[in-house]
């Protein structure tokens, strides 16, 4: 049996005789204006397995022991829930809950915590902290967490700091967390298990990744994503190069400074010519006026199908190693069929290319597209002030 009272914004409180539904399996108050949940609920729903409270005003306040309405100790006591959806407007009664250890019984969980603007996620089990303060506090993320958002968390400066025992991340969002410097750090979290990375608005973002890395660093990352880091200066550098062997997709926009998206910092006398991202498929790359390299060595076509390029006009090569390509001129190509190469004809024309034959072959997967203009302003602080509340 279920009841769900999802997206029915009139209604303030449960149905009487909600209690007596023995059979409940799923009770769902999500965006309503639904305040108080009795005490005494889950104790009478013995049956139940699924309480959805996102967006709902439930669990707003700490309550003293007394009140009449539900406590997370009575969420931490039920022994039948495996699905749970809460927003934690205080740290505080988050930090029960996860203490407690009641999530490790949970298939689904989705907690928002503090009093930002509520994130939609797309894995199964999520925490998202929003405009809380965390660098002061012993934050817990449930171990099994697959997707993390930290948004408007000001006092982050190192982001492994706070996923110590988080062991099966799969997807991480990082918005307006000004203080953060630096993505990973292998030797407190390698997020070996991470396939999605998107950043955004991080104005003091120095590095993705600290210079010693572990052969697992970032062995799952699929997708990069990264918009309006002013500071960031390269995307991937030294031997995280090496251990991206499943990265399909890179998107970067509006990084001010970047001049190389990914270079060899390397010592040891390691001169690394070439590149292998073997699944490689999309590279967009979109108003950065000072990138001048994609990869100063060559990186090997192998799955790439789409290249996108605007308003990076100091970009004047194209790295894709097309020694074969160039070797069978006239005869069968060897690029992959469905790459397609889009930017304006006057970028496409101020390419400058390592042999002689390559833009004409190259020619062929070229793709005009319009000159347009930054929308956004010529700063990233004019970008931030835009566009900060609509994520």
């Known amino acids: 049996m279920a009841l769900d009272l999802s997206c029915s914004r009139n209604i303030k409180e449960?149905?009487?005789?909600?209690e007596q539904l023995g059979n409940l399996r799923r009770l769902n108050i999500s965006n309503t204006?639904?305040?108080?949940?009795?005490?005494?609920?889950?104790?009478?729903?013995?049956?139940?397995?699924?309480?959805?409270?996102?967006?709902?005003?439930?669990?707003?306040?700490?309550?003293?022991?007394?009140?009449?309405?539900?406590?997370?100790?009575?969420?931490?006591?039920?022994?039948?829930?495996?699905?749970?959806?809460?927003?934690?407007?205080?740290?505080?009664?988050?930090d029960l809950y996860t203490r407690s250890g009641h999530w490790v019984q949970l298939d689904k969980f989705k907690f928002n915590v503090g009093p930002g603007e509520l994130q939609e996620v797309s894995e199964k089990r999520s925490v998202a902290f929003l405009g809380i303060s965390l660098a002061k506090r012993g934050v817990l993320i449930p171990a099994n967490t697959t997707e993390l958002k930290f948004i408007d968390c000001s006092d982050v400066t190192e982001l492994t700091t706070c996923?110590?025992?988080?062991?099966?991340?799969?997807?991480?969002?990082?918005?307006?967390?000004?203080?953060?410097?630096?993505?990973?750090?292998?030797?407190?979290?390698?997020?070996?298990?991470?396939?999605?990375l998107v950043l955004r608005f991080l104005i003091n973002l120095q590095t993705i990744c600290s210079e010693v890395v572990t052969p697992s660093?970032?062995?799952?990352?699929?997708?990069?994503?990264?918009?309006?880091?002013?500071?960031?200066?390269?995307?991937?550098?030294?031997?995280?190069?090496?251990?991206?062997?499943?990265?399909?997709?890179?998107?970067?926009?509006?990084?001010?400074?970047?001049?190389?998206?990914?270079?060899?910092?390397?010592?040891?006398?390691?001169?690394?010519?070439?590149?292998?991202?073997?699944?490689?498929?999309?590279?967009?790359?979109?108003?950065?006026?000072?990138?001048?390299?994609?990869?100063?060595?060559?990186?090997?076509?192998?799955?790439?199908?789409?290249?996108?390029?605007?308003?990076?006009?100091?970009l004047r090569r194209l790295p894709f190693d097309l020694d074969d390509a160039v070797g069978c001129f006239n005869q069968q190509l060897l690029v992959p069929p469905a790459l397609e190469i889009r930017g304006t004809k006057y970028w496409w024309d101020?390419?400058?290319?390592?042999?002689?034959?390559?833009?004409?072959?190259?020619?062929?997967?070229?793709?005009?597209?319009?000159?347009?203009?930054?929308q956004v302003g010529s700063s990233s602080n004019d970008y931030f002030g835009r566009h900060v509340h609509s994520l």
Request: net charge negative; charged share 20%.
């Open 14 to 18: 449960l149905p009487h005789g909600t």
């Open 33 to 94: 204006m639904i305040q108080i949940l009795p005490s005494g609920l889950l104790s009478t729903l013995t049956l139940l397995e699924e309480l959805l409270a996102s967006n709902a005003l439930v669990f707003q306040i700490p309550l003293p022991p007394t009140s009449p309405e539900i406590s997370i100790d009575e969420i931490i006591s039920s022994s039948t829930l495996s699905s749970l959806e809460v927003d934690f407007w205080y740290f505080d009664l988050y």
């Open 163 to 196: 996923l110590l025992h988080v062991e099966k991340l799969r997807k991480c969002t990082v918005v307006c967390c000004y203080s953060v410097e630096n993505i990973v750090d292998p030797g407190k979290n390698d997020l070996s298990t991470l396939e999605t």
């Open 217 to 314: 660093t970032l062995m799952s990352l699929k997708i990069i994503n990264v918009e309006c880091c002013p500071n960031l200066k390269n995307l991937l550098s030294g031997t995280l190069l090496l251990q991206l062997v499943n990265l399909e997709e890179i998107r970067v926009s509006h990084c001010n400074s970047m001049q190389d998206l990914m270079c060899w910092e390397g010592g040891d006398n390691i001169h690394l010519a070439k590149i292998l991202l073997p699944k490689l498929q999309k590279l967009r790359l979109e108003f950065m006026p000072k990138l001048k390299n994609i990869y100063s060595g060559f990186i090997s076509l192998g799955s790439l199908c789409c290249v996108h390029v605007i308003s990076c006009d100091a």
């Open 350 to 374: 101020s390419l400058e290319w390592d042999e002689p034959a390559a833009k004409q072959i190259m020619q062929t997967y070229f793709l005009e597209v319009p000159m347009v203009s930054d």
